[in-house]
């Protein structure tokens, strides 16, 4: 018999409200910091990211073509095994741009994990509203985040608490958008690779 996630959390020392989305193996026990290093490569403008904490080792990695109509991200762990998959859609009437993130490899509506949608291009304040799989009216969102390509920061929030937020961002010497690096400071009982896949699909849609 599994255990409730209230049992979960107890056993293995996270706080009562963990916050776990892809797995429970990847919520953090104590606040945590990791960087997250961006990259392009090859022809096709291959986007490539590299999420390690803060003595360097690798957690998870994240990469697929920028040049494509329908924009495709894969998460994989350190040794490159498949651990969910992250698909734009556009809906050209709202402009507002969509993202259905699923489990492993699969496509499978009952595979999907969460959902993603951009604030209108107009809101002066850009966000991705982030709803869960029962939350069918999407009337609110059950994450939230808020953050600006010009300011180089983002904050995700659960309503009104903040569980991650991008604290510094280091461009390469020789600025450029080619590569890039950032720090994320991530809040006790926390799944990062959620917060990761935030992240990557926050960048994509060109605000961080």
Same mark, same amino acid.
């Given at each position: ?29 104590? /606040? ?23 003595? *360097? ?6 990469? *697929? /073509? ?44 009952? %595979? ?8 209108? /291009? ?6 991705? %509203? ?28 659960? *309503? ?7 604290? %510094? ?21 926390? %799944? ?17």
């Amino acid at each position: 018999m599994e255990a409730s996630a209230p049992d979960f959390a107890l056993a293995h020392g996270f706080p009562m409200n963990m916050i776990s989305v892809v797995d429970d193996k990847f919520c953090v026990v104590n /606040p945590t910091e990791m960087i997250v290093k961006k990259k392009y490569n090859g022809l096709l403008l291959k986007q490539r990211y590299k999420v390690k904490d803060v003595n *360097g080792k690798l957690l998870l990695q994240v990469d *697929g /073509p920028s040049l494509s109509i329908h924009k495709k991200r894969v998460m994989r762990d350190a040794q490159g095994s498949p651990i969910l998959i992250m698909q734009e859609k556009v809906k050209m009437v709202s402009l507002r741009h969509r993202w259905r993130v699923h489990r492993g490899k699969s496509s499978d509506d009952k %595979d999907v994990i969460f959902g993603v949608r951009r604030s209108h /291009p107009m809101d002066m304040k850009p966000r991705l %509203d982030v709803f869960m799989p029962g939350n069918t009216d999407e009337d609110v969102s059950n994450f939230q985040v808020v953050g600006s390509h010009t300011q180089k920061s983002c904050t995700i929030y659960k *309503g009104d608490t903040i569980i991650a937020q991008v604290s %510094d961002v280091f461009p390469s010497r020789n600025f450029s958008k080619w590569k890039e690096s950032y720090k994320v400071k991530i809040n006790e009982g926390v %799944d990062y690779a959620f917060v990761v896949a935030l992240l990557v699909i926050l960048t994509v849609n060109d605000y961080i």
